[in-house]
């Protein structure tokens, strides 16, 4: 972190006191109470977990042994058990037999029991997905009887004026595997206008219910009046869904999700083919969860009409009238006809309710009732990752005991870039309903990508966690390891669950980078076990009331679309409907949920249409004194066919204009502006806009601050955070948690610099108790023109790389001129040895032979001073593994005297380490690369510094050079020299 400087003016204003929950188990650590210590050695239940691709009866448990045994000693904490068999063409398991090793097999029974025996006795939590694959299925079900999926289909038949239609009624073409089909509805509707367009319009008002006049054969007989008439008959079947690589004993179909045949379908069939004696005394002592994937209800990513046998039931029930008269326009999206005026769109908002409801009432809740039943949590994934989707992922994420999302669906498209945020506001919201069902982990199947399996670098990989985690995520499953039992594999480096091409990584031993990735999940296990303490503060609630995290449930997609709110520092999260009127959420003062986030201010965000009860709440906090700003047009009508609430509606948003507090913009990059003019100031303001992403989280007595670059360019930033107290810098790769020696306080704020690499993160702690082992400077620096203070026995000393007269400015008033004129020039590190040690297939595809290459020189380009990558050397461009770089230089005796270096490497893949006259440096930053501090490892005389890179394995799986591997740089010495504030 850079030197902190002073400000002329406080630029925000303290938030309310609030006092620290304990709510739903949340942990509460303050800084010396616990957090710095855990901080420094993360507990195994504060570590990321694997996902296990596994084939089912044909695990072995020798390999479980070695593969949790791996996972355990290189820094997690926990294992997910999936399911999970492909066909042979894209992950060969020549061997597996799905009638005696499938889904529900007395060896799938064993070898599942072992799963769990082993990873407890490894010290691993253990969770498991429910049925074969994704989305739930069961080979129990037929498509044609109860619980199995079940879709609603139309098939017409035009008839003109006077038109008699004799014959059988109309009926559809079922899917393939699907034999029966049951009569819902048969209606009449005369054409009102687009007779002849793909979506014609009809006139529900005047149809005709024809299925009374239907005899027993199915013959109907009916004479249409003037004018174009169509006769609808709706038809409910199976869809015949079956789920691809389930693999299981008899053909898997998708089961109802909106009925509780479903549900009682998939716990029947554990009762009787998995849950024996011995398994449920592992599942209750594993203190693990039972986990659903994302929803993929949709065959191919297109929507069908999901129906269930009694649907128009239920939807009288909630909705409060007939359906059946409105079946032909009913649809996700796409539908097949439309109605006059706006009636065809409302009535598709109540069925999509309707469905969301059935879902969460129908099998969400009593999912949840069956695990804890077993001793286990809910965890899981309520949202459509392929295809349009009913759900509203922000109730249902209320009701899980863990809430997760993915990285691959969020951060849509999955290109793997360094930055990526698409999918932040979906984050945000399933990280505000944690916050306000008193859940205490937000988590993130990360981080998956589309064909680049071994090919994600992990500096890659840390941005995306990185960003995430700025969005409020707190617990990480990394996607996936696959079980490579002997004998299952066709291709090197062995058996993965999508195989080498497919959506991946694929961790483990077998990835030269393995002996750094403990490193990183030691980093990643202490930002959760930081970002789990307190509670999460959130400055901004803005309304959001739509299925979904996408339109299409496969993009992430922004809900506010513009930066302007976190430019300027303000944090913010959603709420729909059911957290707006919940308990959750009442109005203290000029906060709302004062024990959970604290908003200061709530925006609705160009809503068209809101339901009564929300407009009414927002009229209420509004009264309360809560800021509220409206964007653009406010809402014109109620959600759902219910016209008799739409004045309602306008009126309670007219009824805001009353208060002084509202604000009204016509855009969102005018919400900045509008808060500011109701007195409401981020808890973390910056001076000016920056491309910092920012998450606070209040403890005992400590506020902590993380900020991500969401930018590939450097970061620089002075932030005034309202909090009083010493700020600590914690280190999450080496666990250290440092006195920050140079920082402002103006009233009750503390004023800081922020130097952040792009896709790197800074973490600090603000608090008046010192955690065991540190000094706070006792008087700090407030202002500098030197490059950073660094502490020397707990007082600040100035760090200089460059010669020349610094002016210091001291928290006692004191000024202090240093002249320094003995820093040496920068030192290019050009000329060095390389020794590689080449991965690759050794005598069968589940071998891995390390060849170690002759040592060579390598030597920087004089033009651009960088270092060639591997792929460019003679014979090397498919070579993958891990190089060990060389070189010297050396240090003047009389320059050693509060003197030393920083090592630039520049730009290096994937992970790397540095020792320096054969002492290892501690665990370096592998997004930030530019200031490893060499200072305390030299010596006078001659110096040897080594950099040891570890590469992804893509390139010697595709035998070329798919990516850059190596030390690229430039790399670059920088000599500094610390100055001692006495002088």
């Not at 004018?227 to 869809?239: K, P, Y």
């Not at 979906?426 to 998956?448: H, P």
């Not at 009564?612 to 409206?630: E, S």
């Amino acid at each position: 972190m850079a030197a902190v400087l002073a400000l002329p003016a406080a630029v925000t204003s303290p938030g309310p006191a609030q006092a620290s929950p304990k709510r739903g188990g949340t942990p509460d650590y303050g800084l010396a109470a616990g957090l710095a210590r855990r901080f420094a050695n993360p507990p195994v239940e504060d570590r990321p977990f694997y996902r296990y691709w596994h084939p089912g009866g044909r695990m072995d448990p020798g390999t479980l042994k070695s593969d949790f045994a791996a996972m355990r000693e290189g820094g997690a904490g926990g294992v997910e058990l999936s399911n999970f068999v492909r066909d042979n063409s894209v992950a060969p398991i020549e061997d597996y037999d799905p009638a005696t090793q499938g889904f529900g097999t007395p060896a799938w029974q064993e070898r599942f029991g072992d799963a769990y025996r082993i990873g407890k006795s490894a010290g691993l939590q253990v969770d498991a997905t429910y049925t074969s694959k994704w989305s739930a299925n069961l080979a129990s079900v037929s498509p044609d009887g109860p619980g199995s999926a079940k879709e609603l289909t139309l098939a017409t038949a035009w008839l003109g004026p006077g038109q008699e239609y004799a014959g059988r009624v109309p009926r559809p073409t079922l899917p393939d595997g699907v034999h029966k089909a049951d009569l819902v509805a048969l209606r009449a509707y005369p054409c009102a206008s687009k007779c002849d367009d793909d979506v014609p319009v009809l006139d529900p008002a005047h149809s005709v219910n024809l299925k009374d006049r239907v005899s027993g054969d199915e013959q109907l007989r009916w004479t249409a009046p003037s004018g174009r008439w169509v006769l609808v008959a709706s038809w409910m079947h199976g869809t015949g869904q079956l789920v691809e690589g389930a693999e299981t004993p008899g053909t898997s179909y998708l089961v109802d999700h909106f009925s509780r045949d479903g549900i009682d379908a998939i716990e029947s069939f554990w009762n009787e083919h998995v849950l024996d004696k011995e398994v449920r005394k592992q599942l209750k002592a594993s203190g693990g969860s039972l986990f659903f994937d994302s929803l993929e209800l949709n065959p191919g990513g297109e929507p069908l009409r999901s129906w269930t046998a009694d649907f128009l039931k239920e939807f009288k029930k909630r909705r409060g009238y007939d359906a059946e008269p409105y079946i032909p326009t009913l649809a996700v999206s796409d539908p097949q006809f439309e109605l006059p005026g706006s009636v065809a769109e409302r009535v598709r908002e109540d069925y999509r309710k309707t469905l969301n409801d059935l879902f969460i009432d129908d099998h969400l809740v009593p999912l949840r009732t069956w695990a804890h039943s077993l001793g286990l949590t809910l965890r899981g994934q309520p949202y459509s990752s392929w295809g349009p989707t009913f759900v509203d992922p922000m109730e249902a994420w209320s009701l899980l005991d863990i809430p997760e999302g993915e990285d691959r669906s969020f951060n849509a498209g999955a290109s793997q870039g360094l930055i990526e945020t698409q999918g932040a506001d979906a984050w945000r919201s399933m990280a505000t309903v944690a916050g306000l069902s008193g859940r205490r982990l937000v988590s993130d199947e990360c981080c998956a990508s589309f064909g680049r399996a071994y090919r994600v670098t992990r500096q890659k990989l840390l941005s995306h966690v990185n960003e995430n985690f700025s969005a409020g995520v707190n617990n990480v499953v990394w996607h996936g390891w696959s079980h490579d039992a002997p004998g299952t594999a066709a291709t090197w480096p062995g058996w993965a669950g999508f195989g080498n091409t497919g959506v991946d990584d694929s961790y483990g031993p077998q990835n030269p980078t393995w002996a750094d990735d403990r490193r990183i999940n030691d980093y990643v296990a202490r930002l959760q076990t930081t970002l789990r303490t307190g509670r999460q503060l959130t400055d901004v609630a803005i309304y959001h009331q739509k299925p979904g995290h996408s339109s299409e449930g496969t993009v992430g997609e922004r809900y506010f679309t513009s930066s302007a709110l976190e430019q300027r520092g303000f944090t913010y999260g959603f709420v729909n409907t059911t957290l707006l009127t919940g308990r959750a959420m009442p109005v203290d003062g000029r906060t709302l949920a004062p024990d959970g986030p604290g908003f200061h201010a709530f925006v609705v965000d160009r809503e068209s249409a809101m339901d009564l009860a929300a407009a009414r709440r927002i009229v209420a906090m509004a009264r309360q004194g809560l800021p509220v700003v409206v964007v653009g047009e406010a809402p014109q009508r109620s959600l759902g066919n219910d016209p008799g609430d739409d004045a309602a509606v306008r009126a309670a948003f007219e009824q805001l204009r009353r208060y002084g507090n509202v604000r009204r913009v016509a855009a969102e990059d005018d919400v900045p502006q509008a808060l500011a003019a109701l007195g409401v100031r981020p808890r973390a303001g910056f001076v000016e806009p920056s491309s910092l992403v920012g998450v606070q989280r209040r403890g005992q007595d400590v506020n902590v601050y993380y900020w991500y670059n969401a930018s590939d360019e450097q970061a620089k930033a002075t932030v005034s955070v309202a909090a009083r107290g010493i700020p600590y810098r914690l280190d999450p790769w080496t666990g250290r948690v440092e006195p920050i020696a140079s920082y402002g306080v103006q009233g009750d704020h503390t004023v800081l610099n922020l130097d952040v690499a792009p896709g790197d993160i800074a973490l600090v702690a603000v608090s008046d108790a010192p955690p065991a082992g540190t000094r706070p400077p006792s008087t700090h620096v407030v202002s500098t023109t030197a490059d950073q203070v660094v502490l020397d026995a707990g007082k600040p000393v100035l760090r200089t790389t460059r010669n020349g007269r610094q002016t210091t400015v001291l928290s006692d008033g004191r000024q202090v001129v240093t002249d320094v004129r003995t820093v040496p020039a920068a030192q290019p590190l050009s000329q060095w040895g390389l020794s590689l040690a080449s991965w690759h297939q050794g005598s069968g595809p589940q071998q891995t032979a390390i060849t170690q290459l002759p040592e060579q020189q390598v030597t920087a380009a004089p033009d651009t001073h960088l270092l060639p990558a591997w792929s460019t050397l003679p014979g090397m461009q498919s070579v993958s593994g891990v190089g060990t770089y060389r070189t010297t230089f050396d240090v003047k005796a009389d320059s050693q005297r509060n003197a030393g270096a920083y090592l630039d490497l520049g730009q290096v893949t994937t992970t790397y380490r540095v020792a320096v006259n054969g002492r290892s440096l501690p665990p370096s930053d592998q997004l930030d690369s530019a200031r490893i501090d060499l200072g305390p490892y030299l010596r006078s005389g001659h110096n040897e510094v080594v950099v040891t890179v570890a590469s992804m394995l893509g390139n010697a799986i595709a035998g070329k050079a798919a990516d850059q591997y190596g030390l690229v740089g430039p790399v670059t010495l920088i000599p500094y020299v610390d100055v001692p504030l006495s002088r």
